[in-house]
Structures are given as C-alpha cells and as structure tokens.
C-alpha cells in the first residue's frame, strides 16, 4: 500500500471499529441504541470534529504549536453563560446561554488583542488567559451560590456527553448541527487564505489577502461553534491541542488536507476516549478526564520539543 493512503485507511478502520464499538457493545436493545447510543454518538463525533477543526485553524493563524479552542478563554466565557442559564431552570436556552457567553469573551478578548489600531498575537493569548481566570472564578462563584446545581455545572466543567435529550432539545440541537457543519464548511474554504497567511501578514496581504477581515471571520466563526460545544458537551480539553499535530506528522502540508483530516481524527479521538471513561470504572467517569489524562503527557512534550 503507498504510504500516501496509509493514514486515510487507518482512520476509516478505526472510525468504523471504534463507532460499532460506541453503538452494539454490550447487551444493548434496539431502543437502547436509538434513544441514548445513537445521540450520544453523534454528539461525540460532532464535538470532536468542531474541537479538532478549530485547533488545526489557531494553530496555523496564530503561529503557535500550543493553541487549542480553549486557549482564548471563549470556552469559560461560554460556559459560563450556559451554566448561569442552566442553574435559573432555562435548561432548553443553555446553547443560547452558551452563545452569549462566547461572544462576550470574543469581544473583550479581541478588543485588547488591538495594539495601536493592529493585531497582536501576544496580547490575544494573554486576554485569552485573562478571560479564562475571569469566568472561571465567575464559575466558581456561581457554584458556590447554587450547591444543589453542582452536578450540572461540573458536568460542563469536566464534559459530558451523556446528555439526554428530550424531543424539543433534540431538533434544536440538529437545526444548531447544521449551523455547525455551514461554520465547518467555511472554515475549511479559509484554508488557502491561512496557508498564505502563515507566510506572514506583510506577504499575505501584498497577494489580496485581507489580514484583518480574515482573522475576524475566523474568530467569530469559531467562537460561535465553541459556544454550541460547550452547550452540549462542556469543556473538552486538549483534543484541538493533540489531533493536528498527530494529524499533521502524517500529513506535513496543506491545511485543506490537515484540516479534513483533523475532523475526521478528532471525532474518532473524541469517541474513543468516550468509550473508555464508560467503560474504564464501575461508575462513569467524565471524557474530560481521559482526554486531559492523554493530553497532559503529550502537552509536555509537545513543549519540550518545541
């Protein structure tokens, strides 16, 4: 087999193991599949894809091997307008809630990346650190106030993907899927501007890329999907930071390649690692945990290394 077609038939075998694993494992009838497998997958799948999509879009815009969806603080800001709408009983609105929450923190964060009119990257990070203290504490706080909702709220913080869904819920969450795949669509349509981009700002822009706009559309694009994310399935870390760079070591060039093959492999990541929070414990641990228990070692050496 050519080394060129290797990974795509890796992928799609362990895709295939991995989604039959996820639906048929166990004693399971068939309303079982249809009513909690079946949803649970396709959360599984779609987070990891969104998560995974984005990091390999800030990693290349951003020029930094360590950025991830989470790394501007959009993710705290938006869980904190989903937890905030979820503990006063608006369960149903916790995307909207999400969505706020997100826009807010993009707005601020991208006010004071502004450096005399410009964009800096430095300073983006750091109001993206800022940003994730701020609405961590705000988490905190809300937490604190409302002990009875702190299985709730851990579920965001920790990620869940064991939501049930109710019907109403359940076309709500598809009409936001599609919005999700037109943003991932998008996105992926970037790629050659982010390809000239990487070259620099000065070469990008003396070939008819604007710079500005570009990076504007991406962060707004963006945001809005880490905001349905979070919504649905909590704070996910270190997929975004971990699958472009293994995508990438397979794939060295070309940010349509990397970027499809990035969703592919996140959402395949995100669901294996949900099979063994299931089934690693006689009770259910949060994804959370075993994406950052791989991640944190990959983290440092990614690190290391660079």
């Given at each position: 087999?050519?080394?060129?077609?290797?990974?795509?038939?890796?992928?799609?075998?362990?895709?295939?193991?991995?989604?039959?694993?996820?639906l048929f494992a166990g004693s399971a009838d068939g309303n079982i599949v249809w009513q909690l497998r079946l949803p649970r997958l396709l959360l599984t799948l779609f987070t990891g894809m969104a998560l995974a999509g984005i990091g390999s879009v800030y990693q290349l815009m951003l020029a930094n091997p360590l950025a991830e969806p989470y790394i501007l603080?959009?993710?705290?800001?938006?869980?904190?307008?989903?937890?905030?709408?979820?503990?006063?009983?608006?369960?149903?609105?916790?995307?909207?809630?999400?969505?706020?929450?997100?826009?807010?923190?993009?707005?601020?964060?991208?006010?004071?990346?502004?450096?005399?009119?410009?964009?800096?990257?430095?300073?983006?990070?750091?109001?993206?650190?800022?940003?994730?203290?701020?609405?961590?504490?705000?988490?905190?706080?809300?937490?604190?106030?409302?002990?009875?909702?702190?299985?709730?709220?851990?579920?965001?913080?920790?990620?869940?993907?064991?939501?049930?869904?109710?019907?109403?819920?359940?076309?709500?969450?598809?009409?936001?899927?599609?919005?999700?795949?037109?943003?991932?669509?998008?996105?992926?349509?970037?790629?050659?501007?982010?390809?000239?981009?990487?070259?620099?700002?000065?070469?990008?822009?003396?070939?008819?890329?604007?710079?500005?706009?570009?990076?504007?559309?991406?962060?707004?694009?963006?945001?809005?999907?880490?905001?349905?994310?979070?919504?649905?399935?909590?704070?996910?870390?270190?997929?975004?930071?971990?699958?472009?760079?293994?995508?990438?070591?397979?794939?060295?060039?070309?940010?349509?390649?990397?970027?499809?093959?990035?969703?592919?492999?996140?959402?395949?990541?995100?669901?294996?690692?949900?099979?063994?929070?299931?089934?690693?414990?006689?009770?259910?641990?949060?994804?959370?945990?075993?994406?950052?228990?791989?991640?944190?070692?990959?983290?440092?050496?990614?690190?290391?290394?660079?």
């Amino acid at each position: 087999m050519k080394p060129k077609l290797l990974f795509p038939v890796l992928l799609a075998l362990c895709g295939i193991g991995v989604t039959a694993l996820s639906l048929f494992a166990g004693s399971a009838d068939g309303n079982i599949v249809w009513q909690l497998r079946l949803p649970r997958l396709l959360l599984t799948l779609f987070t990891g894809m969104a998560l995974a999509g984005i990091g390999s879009v800030y990693q290349l815009m951003l020029a930094n091997p360590l950025a991830e969806p989470y790394i501007l603080g959009i993710s705290s800001g938006s869980a904190f307008g989903s937890v905030l709408f979820g503990v006063l009983g608006l369960s149903l609105l916790m995307p909207l809630g999400a969505f706020i929450g997100a826009a807010l923190t993009l707005l601020a964060v991208w006010r004071l990346a502004q450096k005399k009119g410009s964009f800096d990257r430095s300073r983006l990070l750091i109001a993206g650190v800022i940003a994730g203290m701020f609405f961590a504490a705000g988490i905190s706080l809300v937490m604190y106030l409302f002990q009875k909702d702190t299985m709730v709220i851990l579920g965001t913080l920790m990620g869940n993907l064991g939501r049930i869904f109710t019907y109403a819920e359940w076309r709500f969450f598809i009409v936001l899927t599609l919005l999700s795949i037109a943003i991932l669509a998008r996105l992926y349509f970037r790629s050659t501007a982010l390809d000239i981009m990487s070259g620099g700002d000065v070469y990008a822009g003396s070939v008819g890329i604007n710079v500005a706009r570009v990076r504007r559309e991406i962060f707004v694009l963006s945001s809005v999907l880490i905001g349905i994310t979070v919504a649905y399935a909590g704070i996910i870390g270190f997929v975004g930071l971990i699958i472009p760079h293994v995508v990438r070591f397979f794939v060295p060039s070309g940010q349509k390649r990397v970027y499809l093959y990035s969703l592919a492999a996140g959402g395949i990541f995100l669901t294996l690692c949900d099979l063994i929070a299931r089934n690693i414990a006689a009770i259910e641990l949060p994804v959370g945990v075993v994406t950052a228990a791989v991640g944190c070692p990959f983290f440092v050496w990614l690190m290391l290394r660079k």
